[in-house]
């Protein structure tokens, strides 16, 4: 787990030290006072943009020229600590940098060390909101299992706004050109269908051996957008080059997926579900990603404002589900009330104009 956490200039929190941790830990004061900040810290020590997608010049310090920096130490079952870090300068503050052990490190070497999951009370729309968000939401979950698939989700990205700008061009694309850029989006586009894929499939096992009550079991089905291979990607690319120059965008690929969920019992698209459905329905699905993540590395679940949300009965089967996990979990909360039944074996921090004293 992790522990001698710090945080310096990042958003409100000067130099906020966490020490002595355990496996729940509670952040606990007023809304603005700076607990999600701390999620948001740790969510960086793994590969992505972390929990609120932000820019980086927004997480320095207001009135700050320097850049900001999030340390912690893994503690591990065998040998010394490894120490993660992540950080910006004030020279390049758009550019974040990453340290493993005082050595440079890619963002994506986080997630060798290290498997984050979170909930946040922003991803309560997800199943109402756009497609992308729910691209978003499976992409985040596979990078936790494969670190690898950040790279090819970007790369996909990048060719594909390639190809959309020749295909928007007054004068049609070289065949060669579009042969080019095409093969790129194949060979990244087929891993992130594979990736997506691998993970429902896998989820949706776990799913299947957790307790439907009294969190609502929930059935996720992936949908890929006209091509569920990288040969049937390939082809369709090609088939479709008329039809994209008319349209003058790609209309076929991965950036077109749907992550369908239904509520597993009452068989109805969890869009429709009543809004304290939806929340169980997310809960479960972090509960089973946390569990998958976890395996062969530290596993580390970042929930903000869920035990206000829940019931008492599910309150008391999240705790329970929690404590089962082997996963190190950090929760914030407005009162100590919600979490009376776990704070015992908690640590716990009074947070307060970005400055968190231990309880």
């Known amino acids: 787990m992790l522990d001698r956490i710090s945080l310096t ?28 900040n701390v999620l948001e810290a740790l969510s960086l020590l793994a590969p992505g943009r972390g929990l609120r997608r932000a820019n980086l010049a927004d997480i320095v310090q207001h009135g700050v020229d320097e850049g900001f920096g999030v340390g912690a130490s893994l503690l591990v079952d065998e040998g010394e600590p490894v120490r ?11 550019r974040r940098r990453v340290r493993i052990n005082g050595a440079d490190a890619s963002a994506s070497a986080l997630g060798e060390w290290i498997a984050l999951t979170w909930l946040t009370p922003a991803m309560d729309g997800l199943f109402t909101g756009p497609a992308a968000d729910r691209r978003r939401f499976i992409d985040r979950m596979a990078l936790a299992l494969d670190p690898a698939h950040a790279q090819h989700a970007a790369r ?27 093969a790129q989006m194949v060979e990244h586009g087929g891993r992130l269908i594979a990736g997506r894929a691998a993970l429902v499939d896998t989820l949706m096992a776990r799913i299947a051996h957790m307790p439907s009550e009294p969190f609502a079991r929930p059935a996720l089905t992936y949908a890929p957008g006209g091509a569920d291979s990288a040969e049937a990607l390939s082809q369709a690319l090609f088939e479709g080059r008329q039809r994209d120059r008319a349209a003058q965008r790609t209309l076929v690929g991965p950036h077109r997926d749907e992550l369908e969920v239904i509520h597993a ?23 089973a990603h946390a569990g998958l993540a976890a395996q062969g590395r530290a596993g580390i679940l970042l929930l903000d404002e869920v035990a206000a949300h829940l019931d008492p ?47």
């Open 84 to 94: 993660l870090a992540t950080y910006s300068e004030s020279a390049q503050p758009s």
């Open 156 to 182: 996909y990205e990048g060719a594909l706004r390639e190809r959309n700008r020749l295909l928007s061009d007054d004068r049609p694309p070289e065949s060669a050109w579009l042969d080019a850029i095409e």
């Open 9 to 36: 200039r990042f958003r409100n929190h000067e130099a906020t030290e966490l020490g002595a941790t355990a496996r729940f830990n509670l952040l606990v004061g007023e809304n603005g006072a700076g607990k999600t």
């Open 313 to 359: 009965v599910r309150r008391a089967a999240l705790f329970d589900q929690l404590a089962a996990s082997g996963a190190q979990v950090w929760m914030t909360g407005t009162e100590i009330a919600p979490f009376d039944s776990i704070a015992d074996q908690a640590a716990v921090w009074k947070v307060n104009g970005g400055r968190a004293i231990r309880a």
């Open 265 to 287: 019992a009452k068989r109805v698209p969890a869009a429709q579900s009543s809004t304290g459905e939806q929340k169980a329905m997310l809960v479960a699905i972090t509960l």
